[in-house]
């Protein structure tokens, strides 16, 4: 039977890169070596690591525009760190929108003053804040784009004088944006991109080097853009897999393409949540993911043990909400199709019936 993979993250990828990536951990490029057992140093994954670097570029459209995309290890949680050590000289500013927001505000304090311009969590961080005032004395401003545990997405960004900073691992290469308005975007790979155990980092070079304190060379992203993500062993499985799937989404069309694709999911959950009297949304309509939908039975008691098992039945795998939040949250990543969404929306359909 089909699994229909709502996973959160690590998450599903396309078949077609799933069977690359297995043939090349058997025989890669017909060296009869393994991808992962041959140096990271040889010719064959120099191509690789520069091939996956120039995807990325251009999906975000920031080729020969002074960026560089950086492929490092320690997942979005270290960039928590990493963004303070490198640009945080006195003060920061932040949109607390979760609990992903949450975490880089305390790693932030490490470094110096953090302003918190607005926060929603008074309503468990079921909407984005509007309406807020962003200091002009700052060093940046850091927001996270999607907010996967609660479901809700950044539509717009605000214009800032300083530096803008954004964690966008959940929704990274899924819509189109005026991405050179960032000076750091950071995001995990194990939502759009490929598995966990790497992270990019896409950093314009002029904004290093402007602050006081001695960084050390792990943590300094000068030295990755000097050695092109080869200052350490990169995570070469990780960094091929994201290549693979960069290159995926390229011949379906780029990002534009998946953008419609993924709009087109949206809108199937989003119609059902909306029109079925047994469930109800979580987040705000208004700030609504594309990518996460978070929702809940109206009357769980009465009905959880019957859509549990239904959902079984179709083969629907990882729908199950955060704790934080409880109820379901359905990932819809660039690779899930819109198939499986349908068969979401069959089983809620089903389960009215049946009450």
């Known amino acids: 039977m089909k699994k229909h993979n709502f996973s959160a993250g690590p998450c599903i990828l396309p078949q077609e890169v799933l069977k690359k990536a297995s043939e090349a951990v058997i025989n890669f490029n017909g060296l009869d070596l393994s991808l992962i057992e041959i140096s990271h140093r ?20 920031l080729q020969n525009k002074g960026f560089k995309a950086l492929f490092l290890q320690g997942g979005a949680s270290s960039q928590f760190l990493n963004v303070a050590y490198n640009l945080l000289n006195k003060k920061a500013a932040y949109l607390n929108t979760g609990t992903w927001s949450s975490k ?12 918190e311009v607005a926060s929603s969590k008074d309503a468990n961080f079921n909407y984005i804040p509007k309406g807020y005032s962003i200091p002009s004395d700052i060093d940046y401003f850091h927001c996270t784009s999607n907010n996967t545990i609660f479901g809700t997405q950044l539509k717009e960004f605000p214009e800032v004088s300083a530096p803008l900073v954004c964690d966008m691992s959940s929704d990274i290469f899924s819509r189109v944006l005026d991405f050179s308005k960032f000076d750091i975007i950071y995001a995990g790979a194990q939502k759009n991109m490929g598995p966990a155990g790497t ?11 402007k602050i006081e304190r001695a960084i050390p060379s792990m943590l300094d992203y000068r030295v990755h853009a000097e050695k092109d993500s080869m200052f350490n062993t990169p995570p070469v499985f ?6 693979l799937t960069l290159q995926w989404l390229k011949d379906l069309g780029g990002v534009s393409e998946i953008e419609k694709r993924n709009n087109a999911k949206a809108a199937l959950i989003y119609n059902e949540i909306d029109r079925n009297p047994l469930f109800k949304g979580f987040a705000a309509k208004e700030d609504r993911s594309t990518m996460n939908a978070t929702f809940n039975l109206v009357d769980e008691e009465a009905h959880k043990a019957t859509f549990d098992a239904l959902a079984k039945e179709a083969g629907l795998s990882g729908i199950n909400g955060h704790r934080s939040v409880g109820g379901y949250r359905a990932s819809m990543y660039n690779a899930l199709p819109i198939e499986s969404v349908q068969a979401l929306v069959d089983v809620m359909q089903a389960l009215e019936k049946q009450a």
């Open 42 to 61: 040889s010719k064959d994954f120099i191509a690789v690591m520069d091939k996956a670097q120039e995807l990325a570029l251009e999906h975000l459209g």
């Open 104 to 115: 880089a505000i305390k790693e932030a304090k490490l470094f110096g003053e953090v302003v």
């Open 199 to 209: 992270t990019l980092v896409v950093v314009k070079e002029a904004i290093l080097g």
């Open 238 to 243: 990780a960094v091929y897999v994201s290549m």
